[in-house]
């Protein structure tokens, strides 16, 4: 049976020499049963110390974890019924695939009788069947990743946690693994927290991603939601890609802000533009998508082409609008449109519909 899992104000502080290190800072997040969040963040940002809080490995300084509604802050690990896969989990080499995969059902006492079918059922799920017979050492690389998955979502954990467990691997197996558990977590409706500091894992992977930055919880949304509507700087540009640039709001009105931005004035409907102030420095996010490039006269910006790159489905554009400040844009591949090269003089527009601004 899956649970869902609460976290209610969890800090963690570590002392470091006569200082206190705060690893985590006042989070708080429900996850739902049969859900799969992903803690997404830079390294050093508290993720891998929630996840060790939660299995217990790790008292919180502060705060409590509840699983399924029971408070569990003071259990054992071995108490809490949760699973976990880390970075490392190698398989033991001198067993089998079944021994492998039964070795966890066997520490749990489940009858000797039911393990065989068990074994044979978590195989066949994971596109393994037949192999029970084999060593470690007698399958591919990809085989030997879905006998570590089979091995512990066999054991149908209340929920599991995982802790970039696909760093170590190339990008091909990476991503046939991150469908591999999205698929055995569907169809078992485990509950599972799923960390990595790569975004296109968190956002391929889960229902809600819960982005962390230093210790703190900058946001937790869908991925699209975090795409569309990130509530501060960080999120738009830990998300997706944006262009940061700085302002200086001239002027608010109920649904956009005016800002001053490299000696132009721009107006902003996005972001959080109930939070800015006339006078207020503010920080300008606009994603490459949103930038167009044109003719230098009577654009919004005057900029020159500073690097140009070709990347498969278009061109990729560096400008540089003030000595130092680089907007990043797309544009179309040559032969279906305009291909400006290095060292051009170049309009840019931003899309005033896809511009945010945040408090900086
Ligand atoms: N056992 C520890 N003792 C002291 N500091 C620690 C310890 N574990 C983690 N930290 C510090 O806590 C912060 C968060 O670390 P961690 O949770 O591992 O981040 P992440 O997994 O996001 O990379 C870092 O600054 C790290 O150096
Ligand atoms: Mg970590």
Same mark, same amino acid.
């Given at each position: 049976? @899956?649970?869902?899992?609460?976290?209610?104000?969890?800090?963690?502080?570590? %002392?470091?020499?006569?200082?206190?290190?705060?690893?985590?800072?006042?989070?708080?997040?429900?996850?739902?049963?049969?859900?799969?969040?992903?803690?997404? =963040?830079?390294?050093?940002? =508290?993720?891998?110390?929630?996840?060790? #809080?939660?299995?217990?490995?790790?008292?919180?300084?502060?705060?409590?974890?509840?699983?399924?509604?029971?408070?569990?802050?003071?259990?054992?690990?071995?108490?809490?019924? #949760?699973?976990?896969?880390?970075?490392?989990?190698?398989?033991?080499?001198?067993?089998?695939?079944?021994?492998?995969?039964?070795?966890?059902?066997?520490?749990?006492?489940?009858?000797?009788?039911?393990?065989?079918?068990?074994?044979?059922?978590?195989?066949?799920?994971?596109?393994?069947?037949?192999?029970?017979? &084999?060593?470690?050492?007698?399958? $591919?690389?990809?085989?030997?990743?879905?006998?570590?998955?089979?091995?512990?979502?066999?054991?149908?954990?209340?929920?599991?946690?995982?802790?970039?467990?696909?760093?170590?691997? +190339?990008?091909?197996?990476?991503?046939?693994?991150?469908?591999?558990?999205?698929?055995?977590?569907?169809?078992?409706?485990?509950?599972?927290?799923?960390?990595?500091?790569?975004?296109?894992?968190?956002?391929?992977?889960?229902?809600?991603?819960?982005?962390?930055?230093?210790? &703190?919880?900058?946001?937790?949304?869908?991925?699209?939601?975090?795409?569309?509507?990130?509530?501060?700087?960080?999120?738009?540009?830990?998300?997706?890609?944006?262009?940061?640039?700085?302002?200086?709001?001239?002027?608010?009105? %109920? +649904? $956009?802000?005016?800002? !001053?931005?490299?000696?132009? @004035?721009?107006?902003?409907?996005?972001?959080?533009?109930?939070?800015?102030? !006339?006078?207020? %420095?503010? =920080? #300008?996010?606009?994603?490459? @998508?949103?930038? $167009?490039?044109?003719?230098?006269?009577?654009?919004?910006?005057?900029?020159?082409?500073? !690097?140009? #790159?070709?990347?498969?489905?278009?061109?990729?554009?560096?400008?540089?609008?003030?000595?130092?400040?680089?907007?990043?844009?797309?544009?179309?591949?040559?032969?279906?449109?305009?291909?400006? $090269?290095?060292?051009?003089?170049?309009?840019?527009?931003?899309?005033?519909?896809?511009?945010?601004?945040?408090?900086?």
């Amino acid at each position: 049976m @899956s649970l869902g899992i609460s976290l209610h104000q969890l800090s963690k502080r570590f %002392a470091r020499g006569k200082e206190a290190v705060s690893a985590v800072d006042g989070i708080s997040l429900d996850v739902e049963a049969k859900e799969m969040v992903a803690f997404l =963040g830079p390294s050093g940002s =508290g993720k891998t110390t929630i996840l060790r #809080i939660i299995a217990g490995f790790e008292r919180p300084t502060e705060g409590r974890v509840l699983i399924g509604g029971q408070d569990v802050t003071d259990l054992e690990a071995n108490a809490r019924g #949760i699973g976990f896969i880390f970075q490392n989990y190698a398989l033991f080499p001198h067993m089998t695939v079944f021994d492998n995969v039964a070795y966890g059902l066997r520490a749990k006492r489940v009858p000797a009788g039911e393990i065989p079918r068990k074994v044979a059922e978590i195989l066949e799920m994971v596109g393994l069947k037949g192999v029970e017979k &084999r060593f470690p050492n007698q399958l $591919s690389g990809g085989e030997q990743q879905r006998v570590a998955l089979a091995r512990v979502f066999v054991l149908d954990p209340r929920v599991l946690l995982m802790d970039e467990p696909l760093a170590n691997l +190339d990008a091909s197996l990476r991503t046939r693994m991150l469908a591999e558990i999205r698929r055995l977590q569907r169809h078992l409706g485990t509950t599972c927290i799923y960390v990595t500091h790569d975004q296109k894992e968190a956002l391929t992977l889960a229902d809600r991603v819960a982005v962390l930055n230093r210790g &703190r919880l900058e946001q937790v949304g869908t991925p699209l939601e975090l795409y569309e509507a990130p509530q501060n700087l960080f999120v738009a540009d830990f998300i997706g890609q944006a262009n940061l640039l700085r302002g200086v709001v001239k002027a608010v009105s %109920a +649904d $956009s802000a005016e800002i !001053s931005v490299c000696g132009r @004035s721009l107006r902003v409907r996005r972001g959080r533009i109930e939070t800015l102030k !006339s006078g207020d %420095a503010a =920080g #300008i996010a606009v994603r490459p @998508s949103a930038v $167009s490039l044109g003719a230098a006269r009577e654009a919004f910006l005057q900029g020159r082409v500073e !690097s140009r #790159i070709f990347a498969g489905d278009r061109m990729e554009y560096e400008i540089e609008v003030e000595e130092g400040v680089l907007v990043r844009a797309y544009g179309a591949l040559p032969g279906r449109g305009f291909v400006f $090269s290095e060292g051009d003089p170049v309009g840019i527009h931003f899309d005033p519909g896809e511009t945010m601004a945040f408090p900086l």
